[in-house]
């Protein structure tokens, strides 16, 4: 092992505490006071299903996750889950629509970085319905392609009554995010969304790369919210789900009526009626989760993270700023739609950029280089990002920025 850790500001997998860590290899060898280590006791020992309630309630007092909704654990990421929800919403909406035709079922689709457009890519490979665009936000870019904005609530063309609206709240390689702010213009359209008749929405959102980092706003209108573990919460390996109870539907009664067949493993009652014990979960990614989720109780849940979060993104987008007005950064992202999680930039210049990242590797500092479809700086500022952490960076940004002007 390295001396000292570096500060990673990589995308996912990500950081995590370093208390956290170490508290997870006492559990490797004895779990619990169980004399047996986390990877090797039994996932049906009452001691391991006592502490996935735990984190149950854990997610639940924090999000303030309401009753009428189910919190599911399993496997897959996000992108088993881009799948899993075109197959449980349209087996949801054949048995509340049985006479529906292919084409009169609709998935509205709202695309606001590279994220909503595989799982949007996902939903037309499946097939079962229409998949509608109901926004494409590169139509709203700078350059005509990117993406690089959420739109403001005006131009959401929704269908009249779609089996579910699908969103990302955090587009992790574009730096796009829904503004925490209702009143913003690029807050999340909930007012604008097509109610079922029963008044419920049927509204899905990707939560991969800010969930538990901030409250989520009408949470209670959500039927279904999905994350990956590996951004603020644990090691990659574990998905959560947050799912409304009208979502648990039998699929081979849906099956019966036409609707494609689901995998068990797949279908959100099986998880819901096993208690996400249908089969073996990933019981070390789970403990660390746990481990993590205690420990951000202890430190004020999300009412502290929201706030540390806000405070570090706010750091990072001024030091961009200073940047642009010596010429030295430009920044990817249109006003009110950066994100808080992962912050974009250019570094301008000939080999400007590779300098910038050999200089912050030689500071201690890595996982900043771009995704490789879009290039330049992401910075990414999840929960086990301290505030000192932030200075640091941005420290070394101001300092970039010197050089570079004189
Ligand atoms: N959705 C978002 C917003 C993501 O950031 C990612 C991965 O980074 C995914 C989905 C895909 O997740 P996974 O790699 O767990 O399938």
């Not at 800010?210 to 209670?220: A, N, T």
């Not at 771009?370 to 301290?386: C, E, F, K």
Request: aromatic content about 8%; proline content about 5%; glycine content about 10%.
């Amino acid at each position: 092992m390295p001396a000292s850790r570096v500060i990673n500001f990589g995308p996912g997998p990500s950081a995590l505490p370093q208390s956290v860590l170490e508290k997870a290899t006492q559990g490797l060898l004895n779990f619990n006071e169980t004399g047996i280590g986390i990877a090797e006791i039994s996932h049906r020992s009452k001691e391991f299903v006592a502490f996935l309630s735990n984190i149950e309630s854990l997610i639940r007092t924090q999000l303030d996750v309401p009753s009428t909704h189910s919190i599911l654990f399993t496997q897959g990421g996000g992108t088993g889950q881009f799948s899993a929800v075109v197959l449980n919403l349209l087996a949801r909406h054949r048995l509340l629509y049985p006479e529906l035709t292919a084409d009169e079922r609709v998935m509205d689709y709202i695309l606001t970085g590279s994220w909503s457009e595989k799982a949007f890519q996902e939903a037309g490979r499946l097939g079962g319905a229409r998949v509608n665009v109901a926004l494409d936000a590169r139509k709203y870019s700078k350059d005509g392609v990117s993406f690089d904005n959420v739109p403001p609530h005006g131009e959401y063309a929704f269908s009249p009554a779609p089996a579910f609206i699908y969103y990302c709240e955090n587009e992790t390689v574009d730096g796009v995010q829904f503004s925490a702010d209702p009143s913003a213009q690029t807050s999340f359209p909930f007012a604008r969304l097509p109610r079922e008749r029963s008044g419920l929405l049927p509204l899905v959102g990707d939560h991969s790369s800010s969930f538990m980092s901030r409250p989520i706003p009408h949470l209670g209108e959500h039927a279904v919210i999905f994350a990956g573990a590996q951004k603020n919460l644990g090691p990659a390996g574990l998905t959560v789900l947050i799912v409304r109870h009208d979502c648990l539907v039998d699929v081979d009664a849906a099956a019966k009526l036409g609707a494609a067949p689901v995998p068990l493993s797949l279908s959100y009652k099986t998880l819901a009626d096993s208690k996400s014990l249908y089969n073996t979960p990933s019981m070390l990614p789970i403990y660390i989760t746990g481990l993590v989720l205690e420990r951000m109780q202890e430190l004020g849940g999300l009412t502290y993270f929201e706030a540390l979060n806000k405070k570090k993104a706010e750091k990072v987008y001024a030091a961009i700023r200073s940047g642009e007005e010596r010429g030295v950064f430009q920044g990817k992202v249109q006003d009110g739609s950066g994100s808080w999680m992962n912050v974009v930039f250019n570094v301008l210049g000939d080999g400007a950029e590779s300098r910038f990242l050999t200089g912050a590797e030689e500071a201690g500092m890595k996982g900043l280089k771009g995704h490789r479809s879009v290039g330049g700086i992401r910075v990414s500022l999840y929960n086990a990002i301290t505030e000192s952490d932030t200075d640091k960076l941005v420290g070394y940004m101001k300092n970039f920025v010197s050089e570079a002007g004189a």
